[in-house]
Nanobody, 127 residues
Protein backbone atom coordinates (compact mmCIF):
# COMPACT_ATOMS: atom_id res chain seq x y z
CA UNK A 1 0.00 0.00 0.00
CA UNK A 2 1.30 3.42 -0.94
CA UNK A 3 -0.09 6.51 0.77
CA UNK A 4 -0.13 10.13 -0.33
CA UNK A 5 -1.29 12.79 2.11
CA UNK A 6 -2.45 16.23 1.01
CA UNK A 7 -4.57 19.18 2.06
CA UNK A 8 -2.31 20.86 4.56
CA UNK A 9 -1.78 24.59 4.67
CA UNK A 10 -1.82 27.76 6.72
CA UNK A 11 -5.00 28.58 8.64
CA UNK A 12 -5.94 30.96 11.41
CA UNK A 13 -6.93 29.88 14.89
CA UNK A 14 -10.48 28.62 14.84
CA UNK A 15 -10.34 27.71 11.17
CA UNK A 16 -10.83 24.40 9.43
CA UNK A 17 -8.91 22.15 7.07
CA UNK A 18 -9.57 18.78 5.51
CA UNK A 19 -6.66 16.45 4.98
CA UNK A 20 -6.85 13.68 2.43
CA UNK A 21 -4.88 10.48 2.11
CA UNK A 22 -4.94 8.65 -1.21
CA UNK A 23 -4.02 4.98 -1.10
CA UNK A 24 -2.96 2.64 -3.83
CA UNK A 25 -3.34 -1.13 -3.74
CA UNK A 26 -6.19 -3.55 -3.90
CA UNK A 27 -5.97 -4.41 -0.20
CA UNK A 28 -6.65 -0.89 1.09
CA UNK A 29 -10.07 -1.88 2.35
CA UNK A 30 -8.58 -4.47 4.67
CA UNK A 31 -6.44 -2.01 6.62
CA UNK A 32 -7.24 0.21 9.55
CA UNK A 33 -6.08 3.76 8.88
CA UNK A 34 -4.59 6.29 11.21
CA UNK A 35 -3.50 9.90 11.28
CA UNK A 36 -0.47 10.95 13.29
CA UNK A 37 1.29 14.29 13.64
CA UNK A 38 4.73 15.51 14.50
CA UNK A 39 5.52 19.00 15.70
CA UNK A 40 9.06 20.42 15.52
CA UNK A 41 11.27 18.90 18.18
CA UNK A 42 8.62 16.40 19.28
CA UNK A 43 7.84 12.78 18.65
CA UNK A 44 5.14 11.52 16.34
CA UNK A 45 1.84 11.42 18.15
CA UNK A 46 -1.44 9.69 17.44
CA UNK A 47 -4.37 11.77 16.26
CA UNK A 48 -7.15 9.48 15.03
CA UNK A 49 -7.84 6.05 13.60
CA UNK A 50 -10.63 4.31 11.73
CA UNK A 51 -11.36 0.63 11.28
CA UNK A 52 -11.15 -1.08 7.91
CA UNK A 53 -14.93 -0.92 7.55
CA UNK A 54 -15.25 2.66 8.74
CA UNK A 55 -17.63 1.60 11.50
CA UNK A 56 -15.31 2.41 14.37
CA UNK A 57 -13.14 5.40 15.13
CA UNK A 58 -10.79 6.44 17.91
CA UNK A 59 -9.39 9.85 18.74
CA UNK A 60 -6.72 11.38 20.87
CA UNK A 61 -8.21 13.39 23.71
CA UNK A 62 -6.57 16.53 22.37
CA UNK A 63 -8.63 16.45 19.15
CA UNK A 64 -11.83 14.74 20.26
CA UNK A 65 -14.85 16.79 19.27
CA UNK A 66 -12.83 18.91 16.83
CA UNK A 67 -11.47 16.37 14.31
CA UNK A 68 -13.34 13.72 12.36
CA UNK A 69 -11.76 10.81 10.53
CA UNK A 70 -13.59 9.10 7.69
CA UNK A 71 -12.85 6.83 4.76
CA UNK A 72 -14.21 5.91 1.36
CA UNK A 73 -13.06 2.42 0.45
CA UNK A 74 -14.53 2.69 -3.04
CA UNK A 75 -12.17 5.60 -3.72
CA UNK A 76 -9.23 4.37 -1.61
CA UNK A 77 -9.36 7.58 0.39
CA UNK A 78 -9.12 8.58 4.04
CA UNK A 79 -9.94 12.03 5.34
CA UNK A 80 -9.30 14.07 8.44
CA UNK A 81 -11.68 16.97 8.88
CA UNK A 82 -10.16 19.42 11.33
CA UNK A 83 -12.18 22.20 12.90
CA UNK A 84 -11.63 24.75 15.65
CA UNK A 85 -7.94 24.57 14.96
CA UNK A 86 -5.48 25.77 17.56
CA UNK A 87 -1.82 26.81 17.29
CA UNK A 88 -0.86 23.61 19.12
CA UNK A 89 -2.28 21.63 16.19
CA UNK A 90 0.60 22.88 14.07
CA UNK A 91 2.55 19.87 12.85
CA UNK A 92 3.31 17.64 9.92
CA UNK A 93 0.40 15.23 9.58
CA UNK A 94 0.94 11.66 8.39
CA UNK A 95 -1.52 9.00 7.33
CA UNK A 96 -0.74 5.38 8.04
CA UNK A 97 -2.17 1.95 7.30
CA UNK A 98 -1.95 -1.23 9.29
CA UNK A 99 -3.77 -4.36 10.36
CA UNK A 100 -4.59 -2.73 13.67
CA UNK A 101 -7.16 -3.73 16.23
CA UNK A 102 -8.82 -0.38 16.69
CA UNK A 103 -10.41 -1.57 19.94
CA UNK A 104 -6.99 -2.05 21.50
CA UNK A 105 -6.33 1.45 22.78
CA UNK A 106 -2.66 0.73 23.36
CA UNK A 107 -1.97 -0.73 19.94
CA UNK A 108 -3.98 1.79 17.95
CA UNK A 109 -1.95 4.79 19.17
CA UNK A 110 1.45 3.17 18.61
CA UNK A 111 3.37 4.06 15.47
CA UNK A 112 4.92 0.59 15.26
CA UNK A 113 1.45 -0.89 14.78
CA UNK A 114 1.25 0.63 11.31
CA UNK A 115 3.03 -0.86 8.32
CA UNK A 116 2.68 1.88 5.70
CA UNK A 117 3.16 5.63 5.94
CA UNK A 118 2.51 8.60 3.72
CA UNK A 119 5.00 11.41 3.26
CA UNK A 120 3.26 13.98 5.48
CA UNK A 121 1.52 17.28 4.91
CA UNK A 122 2.24 20.47 6.86
CA UNK A 123 -0.50 22.12 8.87
CA UNK A 124 0.24 25.52 10.37
CA UNK A 125 -2.24 27.30 12.60
CA UNK A 126 -1.49 30.95 13.21
CA UNK A 127 -2.53 32.70 16.40
Amino acid sequence: VQLQASGGGLVQTGGSLRLSCAASGRTFGSYAMGWFRQAPGKGREFVAAISWSGDSTYYADSVKGRFTISRDNAKNMVYLQMSSLKPEDTAVYYCAAGRVDIYNTIVVVTTRSYDYWGQGTQVTVSS
